[in-house]
């Protein structure tokens, strides 16, 4: 299939029975599961803070192979059953340890500020089935703040959640260490100072909770071996974190946000610094980019999702690809208009 002026897209939709985006894969037990957001239609206007993405609920796909047929499961966790959050079942993601599989999951909380909006916090969910139906703690994780979950277990079992965005994700309101309503909707307006860093944090053995307190993952930039600054848009982070090693390297991958790219920086810790390294996806048709990178029969994939089906921002449509890798750890940027 073509777009509307004539481009190739490089790859179809998971599935079209429903609208789906920001695809968190995974293997489990031999079979592919894809945990994304849910969009659904709203007349909400299209703005900064991303209100326009009125998710309310989560349903995984399942894969035996990638190319084979996805079953879409039914409703996995509904907000309406989630006690402590009002609105926007934002981006997730998933773990499994010892017969449990955990969803992480962004969401609104309904305690609000003066102003009436809620602050983002992320929350888990479990199950003892990888398609749900998933039950929520009664609370937000404590110390969490910001949206956008993606977790990594390292080769010698320790769990991190990489986390935050800016803009409609808020990282620019928690500068103080406590949520600013009063904030800015996009971000610090310092061009010339180190840029907002995503967050990691270890978890703790009972996957719920927080074992410390949040860190920056600080990308460097190589030309500078400092940080890249926050004028820097095509480099600096904005969202959708996920983390995966190859080899002894830690790739730490993210958005753009606003000038819509995917990109990556490795580092030799979980922790990083990560250095830039450059870009993973060229933009896709649809405002967000968003991702999860994962090896599968030998080979590693990205999957990632564009507006297709819709070509409206907030209904989207997950795709799979697959990714290189050049001999030096490389990674060759993926068209998603070529073949
Ligand atoms: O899907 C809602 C938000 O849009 C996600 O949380 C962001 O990563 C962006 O994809």
Known sequence: ??????????????????YTADPSAHVFGGRIYVYPSHDVPTDIPDDDLGSEYAMRDYRVLRMDRIGGPVTVGPVALDVKD???????????DAAYRNGI???????????????????????VATSKNP????????????????????VFTDR????????????????????????????????LHRDDAPALSGKVVRMGADMKSFAETP??????DPATGKPVLGGDHDKRFFEASWMFRRGDVYYYTYS???????????GNSPYGPFTYRGHILQPVQGWTT????????????LFYADTQMSNRNHLRNVKVTELRFAPDGSIPTIDPFAP
């Open 156 to 187: 010698d079992g320790a769990t991190y959640m990489y986390f935050g965005g800016i803009w409609g994700g808020q990282l620019q309101r928690w500068t103080a260490g406590a949520f600013d309503p009063n904030g800015s909707d996009t971000d």
């Open 290 to 301: 968003h991702h999860s990178i994962v090896e599968w029969s030998g080979k590693w994939w």
């Open 256 to 266: 753009t946000g606003d000038t819509h790219f995917l990109n990556y920086a490795t």
């Open 215 to 220: 860190r920056d993952a600080v990308i460097l």
């Open 101 to 123: 599989y955990y969803l992480y999951f962004p969401a609104r909380d309904r305690r609000r500020d003066k102003n009436g909006l809620g602050a983002f916090r992320i929350g």
């Open 131 to 150: 398609m749900g139906p998933f039950r929520a703690e009664p609370q937000p994780i404590a110390g969490s703040f910001s949206m956008d979950p993606a």
């Open 1 to 18: 299939m073509t777009t509307r002026d004539g481009r190739h897209y490089r790859a179809q939709p998971l599935t079209t029975q429903i």
């Open 82 to 92: 989630v006690p402590w959050a009002s609105k926007q079942m934002w981006a997730p």
